[in-house]
């Protein structure tokens, strides 16, 4: 690149050459796909056929009630291939070179991000299809149905800002993995993600409803079925905008600070 090009133009350049960077690196390691698409599947599977039937809400079929919470959970749960990815980069030393190289700080911070919202959409949509086939339908029309699959893309992006920032704090690669994986489980599980949060006890509904998880579910699910929107759409839009102004900052200053 030359120097005669524009700010703006050099940082856009940088990002779409780290986002390039992750993808090839899964393409070249179909495990790494089959990873991002198997657990949307196991979830789906394990959850309608097992447990559905205990859990089946009154006015709902499962299916329909469960891949919204999905969706969610698979945005949610890639914070741990966020961290990992990161606490990789780090221990090999990728980091110390990227920072060494002419371009914008944020570059692969950014990268990975957009990365994270390309095999999201993956997830998703495998969520929805294997949903389909067992029987999930939107029923809001075609436009909520995408409004969904937006939402949930969205609150992905702050769970991968979440996951750098686990990463470059935790280092190592098994600490970065077992520490997202700490926060994600009690996090998707205390939500109503699986049952409606007025079947938890009292005590554990309170911890449901300041969950983050819970709007974004409520609403990606009022988006699919249909009802009252406004308000998990708000609140779950806060949450993505008030932890991406907490993590972004955090996370690119964490990333200058790091010493070799």
Do not use: K
Request: include cysteine; hydrophobic fraction near 60%; aromatic fraction near 8%.
């Amino acid at each position: 690149m030359t120097s005669s090009s524009p700010a703006p133009a050099r940082m856009l350049t940088d990002v779409v050459v780290m986002t390039r960077r992750n993808l090839y690196a899964h393409l070249r390691m179909p495990a790494l796909i089959a990873t991002a698409t198997a657990l949307p599947i196991m979830w789906v599977l394990l959850f309608n056929f097992v447990f559905g039937g205990a859990l089946q809400p009154a006015d709902v079929e499962y299916i329909d009630f469960l891949v919204p919470g999905v969706m969610v959970l698979a945005v949610t749960f890639n914070l741990n291939n966020a961290a990992v990815g990161v606490a990789e980069d780090l221990s090999q030393g990728m980091i110390h070179r990227f920072r060494s190289l002419p371009m914008t700080r944020w570059a692969l911070l950014a990268g990975r991000a957009v990365f994270d919202t390309v095999r999201n959409l993956l997830a998703v949509l495998v969520v929805i299809g294997v949903g389909a086939l067992c029987g999930f339908r939107f029923h809001n029309g075609a436009g909520a149905a995408v409004a969904s699959v937006a939402l949930a893309l969205a609150f992905g992006v702050a769970m991968s800002w979440l996951g750098a920032f686990i990463g470059l704090l935790a280092r190592g690669v098994e600490t970065a993995s077992m520490t997202s994986l700490l926060l994600a489980i009690p996090t998707v599980f205390v939500a109503s993600l699986f049952v409606p949060v007025a079947s938890m006890p009292g005590w554990l509904q309170a911890v449901a409803r300041v969950n983050p998880v819970t709007p974004a579910v409520d609403a990606t699910r009022a988006l699919v079925l249909g009802g009252p929107v406004a308000r998990p759409v708000v609140l779950t839009l806060a949450w993505t905008v008030g932890l991406l102004a907490v993590l972004v900052p955090l996370t690119v200053l964490r990333y200058r600070r790091i010493r070799a």
